[in-house]
């Protein structure tokens, strides 16, 4: 009777789930009284344990537990990350996903964890699946925000905006597939658009690579969006990993790619085209006429090659960025501070410890530039020459002799390039040209400025001994004299001259070379370009100076009156009288605050400066302004976590002065600024005081282009007819950063306008949102807000991240939807501050009051 054995088995197995099972129970709970015990003695692994063993034998507890959860893992991996103990850290938070795989608060947490150990693709993965789940989560979306500008820079808005760029790419890969290159290979393929291009030229095979997992999924979208998904096969890996017949069937004859920097070396499309030649691409073609071998049976490189330029230059904002200009700061004296310059530092040897340049839009830097040369041809490179390529890193340096057109103070060497795309299309990346390319900027590090004069010729030496255009500024020649800008180089070249006439002093110059690398290397210190213009920012350090000297004098009465009154002065004479004030200075990176605050007299500083040799300079300086060695500690480097950054080392006593790093380099609010500012406040003496007490944001209502063009792909019409816009607009951020508002191409619509505030001094005066009505000053299109802020040391004394030698950049929030005004009419702007990310909307306000 197989039916009465069936239903009799189903109806024993439906008692049986209903059944309790005792030692179950006994087991759950006691692991969950273990959990709460094991937090109670913040024992958080053990807690953590037990409850990983509840949740999956009972997942019916997993709302019950979820808090407590989720604060015992947050707590561990906390301590996991303190021990650097990584994979545990990652399996645990693999364990609590399998649990919760939609619970957007571990994946934000999980996030955030990778984006500090620099696996900023997975990262923002682990965001925008919190946003998926919670679109409104306002930490996921600060964070997807931050790891957006990294993984899909604002150059690739950019680039597909530049519509003059992508019609000459696409005109050299269709002239190049129609003439017989039908197989193809984009290297570095970003959203796809140039193997796209290929595909719609007719190419038969379409492959293409990206090593960033962020840009290869969007371009995975792209093409699947774009009908091609069958016809280009895209691999997520480098173009040196890729092999034939692994990864593509057989070499192909074409290789497009734009794998190049504002130096045009710096992204490594020498050592990628030379690994395709030899193995990924077919032979080149003989002879100089370029259709003269069957395309068939050739290889060839679109873009086929480049010329870089170059020109000397004198420009303050880059000076200021990049070496010391300053004698004195705040009170002090920089004489003892040694050589300080930034880590772009350009040499004929490669050094791990810099990088031979920057990048500038020249056009937009503050304060201009002015031509000390006439544009010099620095080097021609031929991507379809394999000879030429392997050559590169080998050529002997090339010296070249500049006349000096114009007078004035060298500061850099200003580089750009043309891009031959082929013989009819190029690419100019020059300072004066309308082009989405920066310019790179090689800056000069004389200890003092030097003022070129017309009639003078530069000295610059060019190689490229590790792949990298390296220029290197050697010296002058005035009146037949050379002038050698760097006095080390001098000394040894002095010392050369004298080792080719006497061996015995070949070997004594040896030595003194030696010791002079050595003596070099005791006072030489890098410090970040931000780090450099904060350095030569007077009117900041001196304000800083003013308000601790007003805190420290108001103190010291306070504590005279106290001693008065309590009657503890009998011989006229206090004990605690010379009772040291103690300041805390936690500024990121280099700082002198607390230097300055110890030169008060009567002051302890304590300073948040963890570099060793950046150390060694303030210990220098101390020394030099008679500052006792007592009076000046580090001790940051060894505390862990933020509440334990802002404790006292000597408990009983508080904080005179505590100085917060409120404002990033790049124009928006620190995290967790508020949250240091609360713990601050309860670390103070009575009379002690945060700096700075108050900061006020400002902005203005401005139509500019240039953030729509830099912030998202506009118009409706598809980029060479390709719909690309709606998959990477899903990574534009809505506030604009790094921005010099002073050069910003832009139409002001409106005055200034205080839009919030911030009181770190009584938490009971702040909001998160604020309406504010604004008059429109002329007619146009609103686009954007850009914003800066008033930090207020005290009542009297503040700063401006607007001012011409500030280290701070501004930023902008740039509308979704552009607003059309006219003049007069009354905008309504909705600003909102969460935590540290600021969000804006706005309005035509139709109402009468």
Not at 757 to 780: H, M
Request: with cysteine; hydrophobic share 40%.
């Amino acid at each position: 009777m197989p039916h009465a054995s069936a239903k009799s088995k189903h109806g024993r197995r439906a008692r049986r789930r209903h059944r309790e099972d005792p030692a179950r129970n006994e087991l759950l709970s006691c692991s969950l009284e273990s959990a709460q015990q094991c937090l109670f003695n913040h024992d958080y692994g053990t807690a953590f344990v037990h409850y990983l063993l509840v949740l999956n034998l009972a997942p019916e507890f997993k709302n019950f537990a979820k808090e407590s959860f989720r604060f015992t893992l947050f707590k561990w991996t906390e301590e996991l990350e303190s021990v650097g103990r990584i994979q545990e850290l990652f399996d645990c938070y693999e364990q609590a996903l399998e649990l919760f795989p939609s619970d957007e608060v571990i994946l934000n947490s999980m996030g955030e964890h990778l984006f500090r150990m620099g696996f900023r693709d997975e990262a923002a993965c682990h965001f925008h699946k919190a946003l998926k789940v919670r679109p409104e989560y306002p930490e996921a979306r600060e964070n997807f925000y931050r790891v957006a500008n990294w993984l899909v820079e604002r150059w690739h808005f950019l680039m597909l905006n530049d519509h003059g760029r992508n019609r000459k790419y696409q005109q050299a890969i269709q002239k190049a597939v129609q003439s017989g290159c039908s197989t193809v290979l984009d290297i570095g393929t970003g959203t796809g658009i140039l193997g796209m291009c290929a595909k719609k030229a007719g190419a038969a095979e379409v492959y293409a690579c990206e090593l960033s997992k962020t840009m290869y999924d969007l371009a995975c979208e792209v093409v699947t969006a774009n009908g091609m998904d069958g016809s280009i096969k895209i691999l997520h890996k480098k173009s040196m990993e890729m092999e034939v017949p692994k990864d593509i069937p057989h070499r192909v004859s074409l290789v497009v790619t734009e794998t190049v920097d504002a130096g045009l070396f710096g992204e490594g499309i020498i050592e990628s085209l030379i690994h395709a030649w030899q193995h990924l691409l077919l032979p080149p073609q003989r002879g100089d006429d370029e259709f003269q071998a069957p395309p068939s049976v050739t290889g060839r490189v679109i873009p086929a090659g480049a010329t870089m330029f170059g020109m000397a230059i004198e420009c303050a904002e880059i000076r200021r960025h990049h070496r010391l200009c300053v004698s004195e700061v705040g009170g002090l004296s920089l004489a003892a501070a040694g050589q300080l310059c930034s880590p772009v530092s350009c040499s004929a040897e490669p050094d791990d410890a810099t990088e031979p340049y920057t990048t500038e839009r020249l056009i937009r830097v503050p304060g201009g530039y002015k031509p000390l040369t006439n544009p010099f041809r620095a080097l021609n490179i031929d991507f379809n020459n394999m000879q030429e390529l392997e050559g590169l890193s080998s050529r002997k340096v090339h010296r070249i002799h500049l006349p000096v057109t114009e007078q004035g103070e060298l500061d850099a060497l200003a580089v750009w390039f043309q891009l031959h795309l082929d013989k009819d299309n190029c690419l100019s990346t020059g300072p004066e040209e309308d082009t989405c390319w920066e310019q790179a900027i090689y800056p000069v590090h004389s200890i003092k400025g030097f003022s070129l004069k017309r009639g003078d010729e530069l000295i610059v030496d060019i190689s490229c001994h590790d792949a990298y255009l390296r220029l290197y500024t050697v010296a002058v020649v005035r009146d037949g004299h050379e002038i050698y800008l760097d006095k080390h180089l001098e000394y040894r070249r002095t010392e050369s001259s004298i080792c080719n006439s006497n061996p015995e002093a070949e070997l004594c110059s040896a030595l003194a070379c030696l010791q002079t690398d050595r003596n070099r290397g005791t006072d030489f210190c890098l410090l970040e370009c931000s780090e450099m213009a904060l350095l030569n920012n007077k009117d900041y350090h001196q304000s800083f100076r003013n308000a601790l000297s007003r805190l420290i004098s108001q103190l010291k009465v306070a504590r005279q009156n106290q001693e008065r009154g309590s009657g503890v002065q009998s011989d006229g004479l206090s004990t605690d009288c010379h009772d040291l004030f103690y300041v805390l200075d936690v500024s990121e990176g280099f700082s002198l605050l607390s230097l300055i605050a110890a030169s008060q007299g009567d002051v302890k500083a304590f300073s948040s400066v963890e570099k060793t040799k950046q150390q060694e300079v303030l210990k220098r300086m101390a020394l030099s302004s008679n500052i006792p060695k007592q009076n000046l500690e580090f001790w940051l480097n060894n505390v862990d976590g933020e509440q334990a950054m802002l404790q006292r080392p000597s408990k009983e006593k508080l904080w005179s002065a505590i100085i917060l790093d409120c404002i990033e380099t790049c124009g928006l609010i620190r995290q967790k600024l508020m949250e240091k500012a609360s713990l601050a406040r309860c670390l103070l003496e009575e009379g002690g005081r945060i700096f700075p007490e108050r900061i006020v944001i400002y902005g203005v209502l401005v139509e500019s282009d240039t953030l729509l063009m830099e912030s998202a792909v506009q118009g409706l019409e598809p980029t060479l007819g390709f719909n690309i816009a709606p998959f990477i607009n899903q990574f534009t951020v809505p506030v604009h950063v790094f921005l010099d508002f002073s050069t910003l191409d832009c139409r002001h619509l409106s005055e200034s306008v205080e839009l919030f505030a911030l009181d770190l001094t009584d938490a009971t005066a702040n909001y998160t949102n604020r309406e504010i009505k604004v008059q429109a000053t002329l007619a146009g299109r609103i686009t954007a807000i850009p914003f800066w802020y008033q930090v207020h040391l005290d009542q009297e004394i503040s700063v401006s991240t607007l001012s011409q030698n500030s280290h701070w950049k501004q930023a902008a929030v740039v509308l979704q939807q552009p607003l059309d005004v006219r003049a007069r009419d009354c905008v309504r702007l909705s600003v909102m501050l969460h935590k540290s990310t600021i969000s804006m909307s706005a309005c035509i306000d139709n109402t009468t009051e």
